[in-house]
DNA sequence: ATAGGGTTAG
């Protein structure tokens, strides 16, 4: 069989065409040159170099046209290539109109244009066309399949996705491993991992891929340990594991923090000569930071020359996850500064490290970022934004954004409804989550427990209790978090035995959240016994966090057991524990300035304490009488400080005063539980400076104004 | 011409 052929005489006589970067005469002479029969070349072989070289619409259409000169519009090699340039340039329509009309189109053609809609992720038109060419009854190959395969498990279309599987096994295409590999990425999207298992096993050769699905299937199914022993597997293989492989490894390593893991496999990696592989990097950056070890993430970081923004995502994120939120955000302005584009993931990490600033100007630069760019209409964003103001004091701001989100999902209702909770508008709360049904979104367990904790932050108890029973109708099963949030809002409004006697109910063995509930509603209600009891579940279950050994103390204090005291603070030394320093942060002028008890290091100190001095003086006025437990003398002086109330957030009040202009509302941030004192102060100081006070706690957030808060005195 | 990985909200 002999194949049209075009005289080079003929080639340049075309109309050569006027365009940048497209050298005619340049792409002749590589021809001509690599050819042995000067003057004679295939029309496929000229056409593919033509195709190659090809980086407009505008020469596609050229080289569409000349077909049509030279009668070989009908030739399938070359109208196959052409629909490949032509998908590869995005341009799918003008694709898809090549593939209409070619008469008689076989699986060559098919097969382009299925791998055209494929790579640009058209997954329905991948399984329409698909459907068409088994009408059409045309063969599909073991080119077909892994891009319907693709189609399908990213539609996870189950079914759609078992009949291919059939239709595979006709074809008898079990021993292709391309096919194969696809049908086993098929079921791992699907979580099926009982059928990816059966095509692993069933594989006669494995290859790396089918090694690297089988590892990632386990791990995204939560099934760490059988990815891990499934790589212990690979490695008495013969399959040598490459990049991808070693990337996927450490994503399940990072996953479960296992650090000591992650460190062999890094010295793997090093031992492969692959560290300098970017990919690698970004998993072991991300490995270190997640599993809190910045310091070593920001070497390997750093390190990296040129990193793409999923490197840049990875340290912010890892920034902001372990609570170095102005590092976070010195990494995000640094990265603006390159010219690199950031994008959503990067804004979520960035609105995470703002919302743990508190900062609400920081706050709002990066919701103004956000409008300017073109990720504002991402669901992801602005739920990270509604996040952001909520815990930057502003539920109305917060608001804002979520009303301009269009597409609501659950996830952004519950956010808005978990921000109405932590401000204390419980009622808000709860008619957000009406109006959600009334949109047809369905609420999930974090919806739930969003509205749990709404309750018990402004002592809805009924209406809390009522949405923990309503659980079931919608078929969610109650877990840890829920049930802890049930003991809060039982426990806080008094219910103490409620509380004890439903946590004896739980069908599942209570953990440490919901006994630290129970603990910390004893505090509140002076209940010692019941707290001892569940003081001593938590030192069994969680025995090195300094939280429950405060609020027993804090407990024994208030009901003047200063045995009580003295015995955990004995226990706190024997297992070298510390207290958390108390510490406010109060923002002025878009600037953070923390405050210590005592604190003197300010350079307008004097001034300070001048306005602290008349703060109190104004409070005895308005008849402030310091709960009787201030009087206490048996504590030393770190206990009293906590006991009393550190002073910090007077100092920060006090600095807020004399550093803005009358009727500004002050945001303060503080790293501990808003205590009986400093919470009463707090409401006359908003009553006699006519300001309204924001603080957020480690809790919960107060608004202060006019001698009242927000919370209602029930925090 | 076809398959696998890395950042990711409440």
Same mark, same amino acid.
Do not use: Q, V
């Given at each position: 069989m002999s194949f049209p052929t075009v005289s080079l005489q003929r080639v340049f006589s075309f109309p050569l065409l006027p365009l940048k970067n497209f050298n005619w005469h340049l792409t002749f002479a590589r021809l001509f040159s690599s050819r *042995? %029969?000067? !003057?004679r070349i295939s029309a496929e072989s000229f056409y593919t170099s033509l195709l190659e070289k090809s980086t407009h619409i505008i020469h596609l259409r050229q080289i569409h046209c000349q077909l049509y000169t030279h009668g070989l519009q009908n030739n399938g090699f070359i109208v196959t290539k052409l629909i490949h340039v032509t998908s590869n340039l995005k341009e799918i329509h003008y694709a898809r109109h090549l593939f209409e009309e070619f008469p008689d189109q076989y699986v060559f053609l098919w097969n382009a244009i299925i791998r055209g809609y494929s790579m640009h992720n058209i997954f329905d038109k991948v399984v329409e066309m698909y459907s068409r060419m088994r009408q059409a009854f045309v063969s599909p190959d073991t080119f077909t399949f892994p891009h319907v395969l693709k189609a399908c498990g990213s539609l996870l279309a189950k079914r759609y996705g078992r009949a291919v599987h059939a239709q595979i096994f006709r074809h008898g295409l079990e021993e292709a491993v391309f096919v194969q590999n696809g049908l086993l990425s098929f079921y791992v999207k699907c979580d099926d991992n009982n059928h990816a298992r059966i095509i692993f096993y069933g594989l006669k050769n494995r290859d790396v891929v089918s090694w690297t699905l089988i590892i990632s299937g386990y791990a995204q199914n939560g099934q760490y340990m059988e990815a891990l022993s499934m790589f212990r597997d690979m490695r008495g293989s013969d399959v040598k594991p490459d990049c991808i492989a070693l990337v996927s490894v450490l994503k399940a390593y990072s996953d479960v923090e296992e650090l000591n893991q992650g460190r062999c496999l890094h010295s793997l990696v090093i031992k492969m000569g692959h560290e300098f592989e970017p990919d690698l990097r970004i998993a072991l950056t991300s490995l270190y930071a997640k599993c809190g070890q910045v310091t070593a993430a920001k070497s390997l970081f750093d390190q990296m020359k040129f990193g793409d923004v999923i490197l840049w995502n990875a340290m912010i994120s890892g920034f902001a996850k372990n609570g170095h939120a102005n590092e976070a955000l010195e990494l995000f302005t640094e990265m603006i500064s390159k010219s690199i584009q950031p994008d959503a993931v990067t804004i979520q990490s960035s609105a995470l490290a703002s919302a743990q600033l508190g900062s609400l100007d920081q706050a709002r630069w990066m919701d103004n970022y956000v409008k300017n760019s073109? /990720? !504002? !209409?991402?669901v992801i964003v602005s739920t990270a934004l509604i996040d952001m103001y909520v815990k930057c004091g502003s539920v109305e701001l917060a608001r804002d954004v979520f009303n301009r989100t269009v597409d609501k999902d659950v996830v952004v209702w519950t956010a808005m409804i978990m921000g109405y909770g932590l401000h204390g508008w419980g009622r808000e709360a709860i008619n957000l989550f009406n109006e959600m049904k009334d949109a047809g979104v369905h609420p999930n367990d974090v919806t739930f427990l969003a509205l749990i904790t709404a309750c018990s932050h402004c002592g809805l108890v009924e209406e809390g209790w009522e949405f923990f029973i309503s659980m079931k109708d919608y078929g969610i099963k109650p877990c840890q978090k829920h049930y802890a949030g049930v003991v809060d809002l039982l426990g806080r409004a008094g219910y103490l035995e409620r509380a004890y006697n439903f946590i004896m109910t739980m069908p599942v063995e209570p953990g440490v959240s919901v006994w630290g509930a129970l603990l910390s509603a004893c505090k509140i209600h002076r209940s010692v016994t019941l707290g001892e009891y569940a003081a001593e579940k938590l030192f069994n279950l969680d025995p090195l966090n300094t939280g429950h050994y405060v609020l027993l103390s804090n407990l024994y204090a208030s009901a003047r057991m200063w045995g009580g005291v003295a015995k955990v603070r004995v226990l706190m030394k024997s297992k070298g524990l510390n207290k958390d320093l108390g510490y406010s942060v109060i923002e002025i002028d878009g600037k953070l300035q923390a405050f210590r008890i005592g604190d003197k290091s300010h350079p307008r100190s004097d001034a300070i304490y001048k306005k602290l001095e008349w703060l109190e003086m104004r409070l005895l006025e308005s !008849?402030? +009488?310091?709960?009787?437990? *201030? +009087? /206490? %003398?048996? /504590?030393d002086k770190e206990d009293k400080e906590v006991t009393l109330c550190n002073h910090s957030e007077r100092l920060a009040i006090a600095y807020g005063l004399i550093s803005t202009s009358p009727g500004t509302t002050l945001r303060i941030i503080k790293n501990l539980r808003a205590c009986v004192n400093c919470h009463l102060a707090t409401k006359l100081i908003s009553k006699f400076v006519n300001r309204e006070i924001v603080v957020r706690d480690a809790n919960r957030f107060h608004h202060f104004k006019d001698g009242t808060c927000s919370c209602g005195d029930y925090w």
């Open positions: *042995s %029969h000067y !003057g073109k /990720l !504002g !209409g991402d !008849g402030f +009488a310091p709960d009787t437990e *201030s +009087a /206490l %003398h048996d /504590l």
